[in-house]
């Protein structure tokens, strides 16, 4: 299949959004159109395959992926989110590969960037392609990928991952010895896997070393939905159709009855 399927309802009617930084508002339809995007596709990457597929047992074909330059991420966050899936994350000898994502926006009620800049929030104002990590209840690590210019205040949250490489270790930080879908499907078990913590905010992910992030295969269908947790944000946040999730893949998170093809 030669490119990501979509329905109707929910293909993109303008243009693709490079950046809304500057002109986002609540009362601007825009911004807050509730639409599926097609993935744009990278030259160098290819749909997924029954070889693409086999990464997770042979490693060495991750080898052919490189890590993602900075221009990648300098688009709004709901056009990054679903390019997203399917690349993957490596730090160490830990390789994952993204399959869920929520994507955060400016002027977005759920978003971080709402309480404007401070000492917590000041990474997701930077440059796209830097992470932007936070604790949940003071427990959870949760790994966001900046998007768009800086300023802006927009992210990516990574929801779950499946796993490709560095099995054992991602088992031994999750305290859990298991290859079922629960190792993974949440966010921050992904961070927990990944051995991050709010350290790793505002780190590079185009740089060789520490955590990277690589190019991957594209999903042949992508599910989409409402973002999962935000019930103190404005209805039409709640119900924007935020995230996104590769078909046909147990690595993702409940509830998946809310996400649609």
């Known amino acids: 299949m030669n490119q990501t399927k979509v329905t109707e ?21 825009k ?3 509730i639409t599926k995007v097609r993935p744009k596709r990278n030259p160098k990457s290819k749909p997924q395959s029954d070889d693409a597929k086999s990464t997770a047992s042979n490693p060495l074909l991750l080898e052919k992926f490189s890590i993602l330059t900075p221009d990648f991420y300098q688009i ?24 869920e994502v929520e994507a955060y926006r400016p002027n977005d009620s759920a978003c ?41 205040g927009a992210a990516v949250l990574i929801r779950s991952c499946a796993p490709v490489s560095g099995l054992e270790t991602v088992q031994q930080r999750r305290g859990l010895k298991t290859e079922k879908p629960v190792l993974l499907t949440g966010p921050g078990k992904v961070g927990q896997a990944l051995g991050i913590s709010t350290g790793w905010s ?36 709640v119900s924007a159709l935020w995230r996104f999730a590769i078909a046909g893949t147990p690595w993702v998170i409940h509830p998946r009855n809310t996400l649609l093809t």
């Open 112 to 152: 971080h960037g709402r309480f404007g800049i401070t000492a917590r929030t000041a990474p997701v104002f930077g440059p796209g392609g830097h992470a932007y990590v936070y604790l949940c209840y003071g427990l959870h690590t949760m790994l966001n990928i900046v998007a768009d210019k800086e300023g802006c």
């Open 76 to 99: 709004d966050a709901l056009d990054l989110a679903p390019r997203l899936l399917g690349k993957y994350l490596r730090r160490d000898d830990v390789v994952l590969q993204i399959t």
């Open 202 to 237: 505002n780190h590079p992910l185009f740089t060789p070393g520490g955590l990277e992030l690589l190019d991957g295969p594209e999903p042949e269908n992508i599910l989409v939905g409402p973002r999962v947790g935000i019930e103190y944000a404005s209805p039409e946040h």
């Open 9 to 29: 309802r929910f293909k993109r009617v303008t243009k693709p959004i490079k950046s809304i930084c500057k002109t986002p508002t609540i009362n601007d339809p």
């Open 31 to 33: 911004p807050l159109l």
